[in-house]
């Protein structure tokens, strides 16, 4: 018994065994957020991008639809978004300090019948948000970023701007 004691032979495969659960999941967290993080960046750039088209008339006078908007925003976007999960809501307000964001999630759920797309007129005050529904998964250690329907992480990009006169 006392032989066993004082041997250290894969002591070094034990010590491993015990932090590498640990060790994965940190980098697995850390690769998934810098993922989150980075397609938050794709979505605002698209996002701001897209918006001009708004905010200089060509949108309301070519008459783009939400479903044209959504595609340039994917178009802006890729590789990196999926361009089913994309909703969008354009609204128009008549002062800055008027304006209020849309919530969609209901529940815990994505719910797109509080979303409008209202492109406004010239010099009318428009608020542009982008939903992006991104898949996230558990991990290792069930470390979950998910915020609606379970698997998925709601990022939004938002632009609020007043129309040029075209």
Do not use: H, W
Not at 75 to 85: F, S
Not at 86 to 95: A, C, E, K
Not at 106 to 119: C, D, E, I, Q, R
Request: aromatic fraction near 10%; include cysteine; hydrophobic fraction near 45%.
């Amino acid at each position: 018994m006392g032989r066993l004691a004082g041997d250290r032979k894969g002591a070094a495969a034990v010590e491993f065994a015990l932090v590498a659960l640990p060790y994965f999941a940190l980098i697995f967290a850390i690769i998934q957020s810098g993922l989150i993080f980075f397609t938050q960046e794709v979505l605002q750039n698209a996002t701001q991008q897209t918006a001009r088209l708004i905010m200089t008339g060509q949108a309301q006078t070519s008459g783009m639809t939400a479903q044209q908007f959504l595609q340039d925003v994917c178009t802006d976007g890729n590789p990196l978004l999926t361009c089913a999960n994309l909703n969008v809501n354009v609204q128009t307000f008549p002062s800055f300090s008027a304006i209020t964001q849309v919530n969609p999630v209901v529940n815990g759920s994505f719910n797109t019948s509080k979303l409008a797309y209202s492109l406004g007129g010239p010099g009318d005050i428009v608020l542009v948000q982008v939903f992006y529904q991104l898949p996230v998964f558990a991990g290792p250690l069930n470390l979950s970023f998910a915020t609606v329907n379970g698997s998925q992480r709601l990022l939004q990009a938002t632009a609020v701007f007043r129309n040029e006169p075209y």
